[in-house]
T-cell receptor
Framework: AQSVTQLDSQVPVFEEAPVELRCNYS??????LFWYVQYPNQGLQLLLK??????LVKGINGFEAEFNKSQTSFHLRKPSVHISDTAEYFC?????????????FGRGTSLIVHP | KAGVTQTPRYLIKTRGQQVTLSCSPI?????VSWYQQTPGQGLQFLFE???????NKGNFPGRFSGRQFSNSRSEMNVSTLELGDSALYLC??????????????FGPGTRLTVL
């Protein structure tokens, strides 16, 4: 079974600073990777996903992530954050091994943007 | 298209009672998944329904059950509520495009409090 580790439970950062949220997953032959964001009192919404092809994936709201197969990582980055980016971010991974393709979610990283 | 809707948004129950939560997926989506979200355990997969059949199941006791109707609407039921069942219950629908590649579209959740 897949496992996902989000190394930081909380990341405080000042507005307009760059940010990186880290995500590592357990190894598998073929993986699909996702980042979701959850704003307060809302469900999760997709930021971006990697299925195949270019390892650099661009998503909504200026976020991007890079798939690194050798390091089994899929870190999320944004060059300049805004107050409105304050939210919980979840990394998720799914694969087709064993016939189950339900995504496994990390525990989440709380991004707190200070003015 | 309307998003995923969940009712009710908030529920307060007492130990030993049972509860039913409802989820209406995005029109055309046939897969509905349920998750339990708590601060301590993060997002945990409960079960997934596709075409009225439970296709995947997480590691939860039999007190947690669900079903899906012919219009893809889904309900989950928790019997004999325990204090530890207090959580945000999220429903997600997806248009199955391929194993593991599907984006999940989440509803806002039902906040269940067990007293």
């Amino acid at each position: 079974a897949q496992s996902v580790t989000q190394l930081d439970s909380q990341v405080p950062v000042f507005e307009e600073a760059p940010v990186e949220l880290r995500c590592n997953y357990s190894s598998s032959v073929s993986v699909y990777l996702f980042w979701y964001v959850q704003y307060p009192n809302q469900g999760l919404q997709l930021l971006l996903k990697y299925l195949s092809g270019s390892t650099l994936v661009k998503g909504i709201n200026g976020f991007e992530a890079e798939f690194n197969k050798s390091q089994t990582s899929f870190h999320l980055r944004k060059p300049s954050v805004h107050i409105s980016d304050t939210a919980e971010y979840f990394c998720a991974v799914s694969d087709s091994a064993g016939g189950s393709y339900i995504p496994t979610f990390g525990r989440g990283t709380s991004l707190i943007v200070h003015p | 298209k309307a998003g995923v809707t969940q009712t009710p948004r908030y529920l307060i129950k007492t130990r030993g009672q049972q509860v039913t939560l409802s989820c209406s997926p995005i029109s055309g989506h046939r897969s509905v998944s349920w998750y339990q979200q708590t601060p301590g355990q993060g997002l945990q997969f409960l079960f997934e329904y596709f075409s009225e059949t439970q296709r995947n199941k997480g590691n939860f006791p039999g007190r947690f059950s669900g079903r899906q109707f012919s219009n893809s609407r889904s309900e989950m039921n928790v019997s004999t509520l325990e204090l530890g069942d207090s959580a945000l219950y999220l429903c997600a629908s997806s248009p199955p495009a391929g194993r593991g590649t599907d984006t999940q579209y989440f509803g806002p959740g039902t906040r269940l409090t067990v007293l």
